[in-house]
């Protein structure tokens, strides 16, 4: 489903790296991640992440080929695969009446008891995702990479190609970088996308739809001394066509009890603009690393988030380290984002209610163990906890809609397992 899209996203960008994860071309690359020779160098990750509550459970290998080909010439091959299982938010408000839904399909219905968030049990699906990339010198001081990708599921598809270019200047203590990503995607939802706003019972649907995003990235790594390195990046992103969760509904509540009188299906924009700024800061200590990063984003659904990261790399002896991470998000609101809609009051343009797109706070918090097994083998483990609230209790809330959690805590545990070897 799109919503299975949007949700693995979450989850793969903590498998990315934060910086320049985006084009695959970074200007600060680890000793870690340098091929010294021509073998294949395998990396490979199982992320297991499960939701409190029995809502969402994914679990996602990754394997990562890289063969160097001498003289800085590098190919890279991703192969992804997620498995989605259990209970997603549907949009509507909790009740203190039981609730009945229709799924996607119209045929089937589900019913929420009491006091308890709407939750879409039908969420599950599986996606295949294959991505390549090939990097090499042009010139002494140029380095460019080119790739691409396809990913696809059960009503989702998704065709990207990206292209980079970095240059080293200043003794080589410099490098900017700038680079370009087009994503072409494809959403066939069960039963074809909803009219805007429609009642769920209606089922009145309208076939499939695409969306185009393309994104560009301009940074700069610096060499501070020889301990320290910095990045900077700034990134912007546009997107057109269809935005909208072809399985998210918004409450239509009586404007005196708060109980519901039916179930609209949402609307967002179709088109959206995003801009990024992002800092790192890697500072060695004698043999351990502090990692420190900050991300700024803002965009013209009237987003604007916050995201601090810490790492802090600490070295055991005998080839293993603990890493302890810690990470604080906050972001505002959508502009057209609403906990419901009132019977009797003229729609707006656009709505939806899907927590994704309200104003919360998220902490992450764990750590991280490696060992390095023999010259050419390391294995790693680790486990963190997501926890993520909201107002439950927002102003504007009606009658019996006074006495529910209207944007309940949201809680995951992740677990990764990594193993990298050379053949």
């Known amino acids: 489903m799109q919503l299975t899209a949007k949700k693995a996203q979450s989850m793969r960008a903590a498998l990315a790296a934060a910086s320049c994860g985006l084009l695959g071309l970074s200007g600060a690359v680890s000793a870690a991640d340098t091929v010294s020779d021509k073998a294949w160098q395998v990396d490979t990750a199982v992320l297991y992440y499960k939701e409190d509550n029995g809502r969402v459970s994914a679990a996602e290998p990754i ?47 589900y019913t929420t008891a009491p006091n308890s968030q709407p939750l879409d049990g039908e ?10 990339n090939w990097e090499q010198p042009l010139g002494e001081d140029y380095k460019a990479s080119i790739g691409g990708g396809i990913s696809s599921e059960f009503d989702f598809k998704s065709l990207s190609l990206n292209g980079a270019i970095s240059k080293d200047i200043n003794n080589k203590n410099t490098t900017l970088s700038a680079g370009l990503n087009l994503e072409l995607d494809s959403l066939n939802p069960v039963g074809g996308k909803p009219t805007a706003f429609s009642a769920m ?24 001394n020889r301990k320290t390195i910095m990045q900077w990046n700034y990134s912007l992103s ?23 009188t039916d179930y609209l299906y949402e609307n967002r924009p179709d088109s959206r603009t995003r801009h990024s700024l992002f800092w790192q800061t890697k500072y060695h200590l004698t043999e351990d690393v502090i990692d420190v990063s900050y991300r700024f984003m803002t965009d013209d659904w009237g987003i604007n988030s916050h995201t601090l990261d810490l790492r802090y790399r600490y070295e055991l002896g005998n080839d293993s380290y603990l890493e302890p991470h810690l990470r ?11 906990y419901f809609l009132v019977h009797g009051q003229a729609l707006p343009e656009f709505a939806s209610a899907d927590p994704r797109l309200g104003e919360f706070d998220a902490t992450t918090f764990g750590i991280k163990y490696g ?14 906890q997501y926890s993520q ?16 959690n209207l944007f309940p805590d949201l809680n995951a545990l992740v677990v990764q397992f990594g193993y990298s070897f050379k053949f």
């Open 371 to 384: 060992k390095k097994l023999s010259k050419d083998r390391e294995f790693s483990v680790r486990v963190e």
């Open 63 to 109: 394997v990562n080929f890289k063969k160097d080909y001498g003289d800085e010439r590098i190919l890279n091959l991703k192969v992804t695969l997620d498995s989605l299982t259990g209970a997603s938010p549907n949009g509507a408000t909790s009740s203190s009446q039981p609730q009945t839904f229709t799924g996607p399909s119209g045929n089937k219905a």
């Open 328 to 338: 604080f998000y906050t972001q505002s609101a959508a502009d057209f984002y609403r």
């Open 389 to 404: 609230s909201g107002n439950s209790s927002p102003s504007e809330a009606i009658g019996q809609l006074k006495t529910q």
């Open 201 to 224: 019972t209606a089922n009145s649907k309208e076939g499939n739809d695409n969306k185009t995003v393309i994104d560009a990235l301009f940074g700069v790594t610096q060499v501070i």
């Open 238 to 260: 546009t997107s057109s066509g269809y935005h909208t969760d072809p399985y998210k509904v918004l409450s239509l509540v009586d404007g005196t009890t708060g109980f519901a």
């Open 123 to 132: 969420f599950k699906d599986t996606r295949a995702a294959v991505h390549a």
